[in-house]
């Protein structure tokens, strides 16, 4: 809660390329575009990412410029032995092309900005416990629509009772957003 109002939004997500859901035929995604759209979620797309769903399909190209950028730069000495950690996790023998370097930049992000990584890149779910030691959460993108479902309904569950213990009056999102 914000100066003591509930809070709509239950958590940041950053998504990689292979999760743009460009004709909207990604059930999963959709729910969780929906909630962005609402304010539920918020979503960014590492720049990396975005740079490899420009490639292809002109569709998935404008989706990915609709969602907000973040960049990789590391600008302190944790954060580059961060993400040098993710190379060593993800690549043992040191990434070798642009496309391993993009997949350790997309996993710094979600860990510079705090967010989850919704991904179905099998290198980097293989890698998650590592991942996750590290303070990098990666799921894929069913995993993250039930840790919203859970967090939604953990959220509204605690604004009603605000609202009988407080006599507050509910936010008109509350039961709305599963």
Do not use: C
Not at 96 to 110: G, M, S, Y
Not at 122 to 143: F, P, S, Y
Not at 157 to 164: F, I, P, Q, S, V
């Amino acid at each position: 809660m914000v100066g003591g109002e509930p809070k709509r939004e239950v958590g940041w997500f950053q998504i990689d390329a292979n999760r743009i859901n460009a004709r909207g035929k990604q059930p999963n995604m959709s729910r969780l575009e929906k909630w962005a759209e609402d304010g539920v979620i918020y979503v960014s797309m590492a720049e990396e990412a975005r740079k490899e769903a420009s490639v292809g399909s002109s569709a998935r190209a404008r989706k990915a410029f609709f969602i907000e950028g973040t960049l990789a730069m590391p600008s302190t000495a944790e954060e580059w032995a961060a993400l040098r950690q993710v190379e060593a996790i993800l690549f043992p023998r040191g990434a070798r092309d642009e496309n391993e370097r993009h997949d350790v930049l997309i996993a710094f992000q979600a860990k510079k900005y705090l967010s989850r990584l919704i991904t179905a890149d099998g290198n980097t779910l293989r890698n998650r416990e590592q991942l996750l030691a590290l303070g990098i959460e990666v799921m894929t993108d069913a995993e993250a629509v039930a840790w919203v479902e859970e967090r939604i309904s953990q959220r509204d569950a605690l604004a009603k009772e605000h609202e009988r213990e407080l006599g507050r009056l509910l936010p008109e999102w509350v039961g709305k957003d599963l």
